[in-house]
């Protein structure tokens, strides 16, 4: 599978944006699917995932109550809703793909396709 995140840009702290994550394939319906970042000097960090049928998700603690993940299998893409935006919030986003059955992960170890990246930058 291919993955092609898109819609970073720049917004003001307490904005929100929304980013999309296509990938190409058919067997994407069958794939888990993470959002990862990564911060200027930082390692990448776990942001979000979601099952297969979209059921289940999970989040990393900064960012539950504000992002959403979430997915639509008929157009092959995994979204990331983003809001209330905080400074801390700035890095490079990356969508990520598991294709093994197995419960949903933090680590980025297991997820074996990933995008591009999209920059996310939050003034303050």
């Known amino acids: 599978v291919q993955l092609q995140a898109s819609g970073g840009g720049l917004v003001q702290a307490g904005g929100s944006l929304r980013l999309s994550c296509a990938a190409s394939?058919?067997?994407?319906?069958?794939?888990?699917m993470g959002w990862f970042r990564r911060a200027p000097e930082k390692e990448r960090e776990f942001v979000a995932a979601?099952?297969?049928?979209?059921?289940?998700?999970l989040y990393a603690d900064s960012v539950k109550g504000r992002f959403t993940i979430f997915r639509d299998n008929v157009k092959s893409t995994v979204y990331l809703q983003m809001n209330s935006l905080k400074p801390e919030d700035t890095a490079v986003y990356y969508c990520?793909?598991?294709?093994?059955?197995?419960?949903?992960?933090?680590?980025?170890?297991?997820?074996?396709?990933w995008g591009q990246g999209t920059l996310v930058t939050v003034s303050s």
């Open positions: 990520a793909a598991d294709r093994e059955v197995r419960p949903l992960s933090r680590f980025h170890s297991v997820y074996g396709y």
């Open positions: 394939g058919r067997t994407y319906s069958t794939y888990n």
């Open positions: 979601i099952s297969r049928s979209g059921g289940v998700t």
